[in-house]
């Protein structure tokens, strides 16, 4: 069986991964498994960057296949922000005060103008450092109040139209068929096994 090392302590995303993966024949494992992981300084400029960053270190390191997300929510109104810095916005990384303060920075802005969207990148990295590079966006709208009790981060302000549900009202499937993570990994799926083939 292959195993995937997931760059992450983010129970949110590990939670998407596993539900792709594991049906694939893929074992997961995340950095929350690993006891001590390596401190990896994400210092890129964009998600891409961020991503290979994390992807290549802990590749290199653990001697493994290892996958790094780096998302993030990008808010028309406010010049894309938060963007990469989307899980420490309030500060700490606190989804709760996050959530806060985007509603407070889009305070008075009225609902047709509050178009944003999800983005996602993901780098697959081989120990050698071989990667592969994938990419999803979602356009939404950011809600006055949070709406739903499902996903994780962001998800309780962001509005799909196509679904008229925010993204935490949507099942973990619905979400995944068109989320920005959903796509990335669709991309990904699509050249994963040539890719494999080529670092094995
Ligand atoms: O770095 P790792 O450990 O993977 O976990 P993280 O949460 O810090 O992950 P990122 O650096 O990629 O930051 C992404 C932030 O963007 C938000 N985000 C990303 N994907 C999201 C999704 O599907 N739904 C809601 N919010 C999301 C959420 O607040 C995350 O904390
Ligand atoms: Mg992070």
Redesign the pocket.
């Known amino acids: 069986m292959d195993k995937i090392l997931?760059?992450?302590?983010?129970e949110?995303?590990a939670k998407?991964y596993r539900k792709l993966f594991e049906p694939k024949g893929f074992e997961i494992v995340t950095?929350n498994d690993l006891n001590d992981p390596i401190e990896i300084v994400?210092d890129g400029e964009t998600?891409a960057q961020?991503?290979a960053i994390?992807a290549t270190a802990l590749a290199e390191k653990y001697q493994v296949i290892a996958l790094?997300?780096?998302?993030?929510?990008m808010v028309d109104q406010l010049d894309g922000a938060?963007g990469?810095y989307?899980?420490?916005?309030a500060g700490d990384?606190d989804?709760e005060a996050?959530k806060q303060k985007l509603l407070a920075e889009l305070a008075g802005v009225a609902p047709d103008k509050r178009t944003a969207h999800?983005h996602?990148a993901i780098v697959v990295a081989s120990p050698a450092g071989k990667q592969l590079t994938v990419e999803g966006e979602v356009n939404g709208m950011i809600l006055e109040e949070q709406r739903g009790q499902g996903?994780?981060?962001?998800?309780p302000l962001?509005y799909y139209p196509p679904f008229e549900r925010s993204?935490a009202q949507l099942s973990m499937e619905e979400?995944n068929s068109v989320?920005?993570?959903g796509r990335a990994v669709k991309a990904l799926m699509e050249r994963f096994d040539a890719w494999l083939n080529e670092v094995r």
């Open positions: 997931i760059a992450t302590k983010n949110g995303k998407e950095l994400e998600f961020n991503a994390k790094a997300d780096d998302s993030g929510l938060p990469i989307s899980a420490r916005y990384h989804d996050n999800f996602c996903g994780f981060g962001y998800d962001f993204f979400k989320s920005h993570r």
